[in-house]
């Protein structure tokens, strides 16, 4: 009995006296992985915060333009077999009557429409607004937009027509840009609904031959970005809280460093703390200039990720404290 006690004392006496460091990185491992544990136990308790209701397609209005043809047809045909009316968008009128045939197979009930309309959806904002308008008028407010629509050219960049340039930019972004525009407002005052983009792995890398396809890709992730910012509501203000989040910089200032860049080759250039961190973080596909750069990148990606999602809940935070103000105002002029 005596003999136990004595050797299990020694045994401690061994661990905290003489070697109880050895248990340090353990300890070190538990303490990291409880706050791992918690830190995902919290990011699911404010889930719901961030992800927003499912959207019932059963009976819903969905309108997709370029949906006579290719995805824009198969995204139009998987929305009608799950129950949606669906209003088709594209030029060509026979194209369009072909589509909506192979569409109705689909039906599950005798209740569903396929409407076509033909419309060019990059020449004027008036049309596509009337269009959108004799949708809304035929089969209810928009529950989704699809904007499908878009073409593709390729060649070297001093090879390139000089008006594709164009021509890419008003199909592919004014024509997303034109009937977003149109179902906005009901949207918002309905609050709820989807407008989706359709980019390419394109609008996220640049590639050789897409000089003019590429950027009017990138563009449509920009507007994406943008507009779901704000989507609970917007004005003026919200913009200017949110720019002031970024470092105001002095003209001669940028102007140096976008030299100094240049000079040196560089691909990328930024100003400020953020403007570094914006760069690393959204770095993507981009080719790098120095071996430096590319380890940053890889090293800080991860931590830039994180201080991202802050930055992106203190613009949300902005945006719901102008509304909440607003709100506030209007009711007291009410009252007045
Ligand atoms: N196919 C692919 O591999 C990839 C495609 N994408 C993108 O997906 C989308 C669909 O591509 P895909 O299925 O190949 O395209 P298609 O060429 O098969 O179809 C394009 C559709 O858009 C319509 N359209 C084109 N221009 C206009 C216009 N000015 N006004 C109204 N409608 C127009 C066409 O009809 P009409 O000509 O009668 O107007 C057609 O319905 C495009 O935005 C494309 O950039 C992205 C990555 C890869
Ligand atoms: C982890 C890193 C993964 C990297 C994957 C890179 C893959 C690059 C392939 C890019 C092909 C893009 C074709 C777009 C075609 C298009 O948009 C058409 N509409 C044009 O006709």
């Known amino acids: 009995m005596s003999s136990e006690e004595g050797l299990s004392s020694t045994i401690t006496d061994w661990l905290f006296l003489n070697s109880w460091w050895l248990l340090l990185p353990f300890v070190m491992l538990l303490v990291v992985a409880a706050f ?45 077999r799950q129950g949606a009316f669906i209003t088709l968008v594209a030029r060509d009128e026979a194209k369009l009557l072909q589509a909506k045939k192979e569409l109705e197979k689909f039906a599950i009930n005798d209740k569903q429409v396929v409407l076509c309309i033909s419309v060019d959806i990059s020449s004027e904002y008036s049309q596509v607004e009337s269009v959108i308008k004799q949708a809304q008028e035929k089969l209810g407010p928009v529950d ?34 034109y009937p977003t525009r149109a179902v906005i407002t009901t949207m918002k005052e309905r609050r709820m ?101 590319g380890l940053q990148q890889i090293v800080t990606m991860g931590l830039f990720r994180t201080i991202a999602l802050f930055y992106l809940g203190s613009f949300d935070s902005i945006v719901r404290r102008c509304m909440i103000q607003r709100e506030q105002s209007k009711a007291a002029n009410k009252r007045e």
Request: aromatic letters at 8%.
């Open 144 to 177: 989704m937009l699809v904007n499908c629509a878009g073409m593709a050219v390729s060649g070297r960049f001093e090879e390139m027509e000089v008006d594709r340039f164009k021509k890419l930019m008003e199909v592919n972004y004014l024509g997303s840009v």
């Open 193 to 293: 609904g989807r407008i989706m983009f359709v980019s390419s792995q394109a609008g996220q890398i640049g590639l050789f031959g897409y000089t003019a396809y590429s950027p009017s890709k990138f563009a449509l992730r920009g507007l994406a970005e943008s507009l779901q910012m704000e989507l609970p509501y917007t004005g003026p203000l919200e913009t200017k809280l949110i720019s002031e989040t970024s470092g105001v910089c002095q003209p001669d200032q940028v102007a140096k460093i976008i030299v100094r860049d240049a000079v040196q080759g560089n691909f990328n250039s930024s100003v400020g703390p953020d403007g570094y961190m914006l760069s690393a973080l959204t770095c993507g596909m981009s080719p790098v200039t120095s071996i430096t750069e």
């Open 36 to 80: 791992i544990v918690a830190f995902v136990l919290l990011l699911y308790m404010i889930s719901p915060l961030i992800s927003p209701k499912p959207l019932k397609l059963n009976g819903a209005h969905v309108v997709v333009t370029g949906g006579s043809s290719g995805i824009g047809k198969c995204i139009a045909i998987e929305c009608y």
